[in-house]
């Protein structure tokens, strides 16, 4: 299981996010291979819910160096 705190802060205008993760407690980022057909690698982000505004996706979100997120 992959665990990590999220702070989320606001002045009432801008927002700000922080993803932390122990340092080298990321057990996994891909599930295993079912009939044949690779899963996607961990993927995380931030939508608004919003379309004038685009989703924001972490670096290297959907490949395996989501492993280095904890770095």
């Not at 044949?36 to 290297?60: K, M, R, T, W």
């Amino acid at each position: 299981m992959n665990t990590f705190q999220l702070v989320i802060a606001s002045n009432g205008y801008d927002s700000y996010t922080m993803l932390i993760y122990m340092d080298g407690k990321i057990q996994w980022v891909q599930a295993e291979v079912k009939d044949n057909i690779p899963e996607l690698a961990a993927q995380a982000g931030f939508d608004s819910g919003q379309q004038n505004y685009p989703a924001l996706v972490l670096p290297n979100s959907g490949f395996p160096e989501a492993s280095n997120w904890d770095k």
